[in-house]
């Protein structure tokens, strides 16, 4: 694996691998790599013929009150990791490469960015779609694998790439979880074992939903509540949102069908996790 630090030699190794006619996959991450990161990782590599992994902590998709500093740096783990499954390049700049003074340019999916997350996380989507475009453009990928994981994400990067043309095909990779059921994140790092525990009630809420579903609930709210309802009984948790949407406008549903997605945000002591569900149900009210 060889480690490139500059846009400069990435763009030129990049541009000689389409040259050669190479189909390049690409998975961009902001470190702090554990087994979900590595499945995206995996995938990307069947799909093409050079894999190139980026490690970027991104921070124009962190808020004023949302702790840049704190989030995890473990590089050299990291790099150790993605050498052992082989992959080509890991492209690892550093800020002012990406964001050199006087950076003014930004891309923002309009509306899609400010439900869910973005009515709490106001500037995030824009610092994504900003950095994810930027590393596009780098990378010249023909492939980019995200994770469900970031399920939101992963709709507006689609949308994104829809709406500016970009030729790229984006895959998105299933939720990796611990046996608990909790989904696999960076921030999973700063629990013990206690907090794990409590953690699981994220999945088990969504668990619950789908229960309630193949046992013929159809009304969102009533799946809403009761999620709700669970979450609210383990000590340390603040819900920020449950959302029941479909997949691609991210508008609420009312009556279950279709393809819809469960969606929810919440505070664990001090640690704010995410997760999602993403269902079809065959049968049309
Ligand atoms: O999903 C992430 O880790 C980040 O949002 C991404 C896509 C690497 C952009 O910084």
Redesign the pocket.
Known sequence: MKLIKTVNQMQKVATLAKKAGHKISFV???GALHEGHISLVRKAKKLGDITIV?I?V?PT?FGPNEDLSKYPSTFDGDKRKLKEIDVDYLFAPNIDMIYPKGYETYITVEKLSLTLEGEFRPVHFR??TT??TKLFNIIQPDIAV??QK?FQ?AVIIKKMVADINYPVKIVVTPIVREKSGLAMSSRNRYFNVEQRERACVLYKSLIQAKKMIADGERSASKIRQSMQRLISETSGTKLEYIAITDNIELMPIRKIQGKFTISLAVWLDEVRLIDNISITLKDKL
């Open positions: 961009p991450t902001m980026s970027f991104n998709q610092g994504v950095v994810v995200f994770g970031d994400q």
